[in-house]
């Protein structure tokens, strides 16, 4: 069935520094999301993308679907404290029904 | 309700008896997912309801785990004869058929004595 690798799986940071996280999907994707989840919270949409080469950014934020629609990435610039948590890729093949899978996740720390 | 909302928030059950977990959906959203997440590990898939299509029961761990969605609406997730492994927070989402954004609930955490 389908799969999504996400890497790393664990990311510490110095405040300031970049950041960046990779999904890679088994199969052609109709469209990927990007959550995060916060410590001892639960997952929060961030974005879509749905075209092939699709870049969309949200301030420091960055995120780019591949232009075979398999892989994606996110690239937060300058992190900060409040970029704290763990960042998810969901893949969602529409040839099965629809439904999203998660990558692994990519666990965040930023030191002050 | 506003959100997606789950129940219990906190479940602790001995080794061996059986257990279910509720969600309630966003009002309209056709689509509800199970998911379930181990201290410190990503979102293991388990079932996917869309609207009345057959669910797609392929994450299912095990014939220990089954759910249901009735009306529409409602969905209940059951474990039987429940092992220390089944220890989790159990997440579920919803979202419009084709929507972009699957809402989560605050999730139920399972633990298993």
């Known amino acids: 069935g389908q799969q999504v690798m996400q890497i790393p799986q664990y990311q510490h940071v110095q405040e300031g520094e970049d950041f960046t996280t990779y999904c890679n999907s088994s199969?052609?994707?109709?469209?990927i999301q990007w959550y995060k989840q916060r410590p001892g919270g639960h997952p929060v949409f961030l974005i879509q993308?749905?075209?092939?080469?699709e870049v969309k950014k949200q301030k420091r934020l960055t995120f780019q679907f591949g232009e075979a629609k398999k892989n994606s990435s996110l690239h937060i610039t300058a992190t900060q404290t409040t970029d704290v948590g763990t960042y998810f890729c969901?893949?969602?093949?529409?040839?099965?029904?629809?439904?999203?899978?998660f990558g692994q996740g990519t666990e965040l720390s930023v030191k002050p | 309700g506003a959100g997606v909302s789950q129940s219990p928030s906190n479940k602790v059950t001995e080794k061996g008896k059986d257990v279910e977990l509720r969600c309630d959906p966003i009002s309209g959203h056709t689509a509800l997912y199970w998911y379930r997440q181990s201290l410190g590990q990503g979102l293991e898939f388990l079932i996917y309801f869309q609207g009345n299509s057959a669910p797609d029961k392929s994450g299912l761990p095990s014939d220990r785990f089954s759910a249901e969605r009735t009306g529409g609406s409602v969905s209940t997730l059951t474990i039987q004869r429940t092992q220390q492994e089944d220890s989790a927070v159990y997440l579920c989402a919803s979202s419009f058929r084709g929507g972009p954004e699957a809402f989560f609930g605050q999730g139920t955490r399972l633990t298993v004595v």
């Open positions: 969901a893949g969602r093949d529409n040839n099965q029904g629809g439904k999203l899978i």
């Open positions: 993308l749905v075209k092939s080469g």
């Open positions: 199969t052609t994707l109709s469209n």
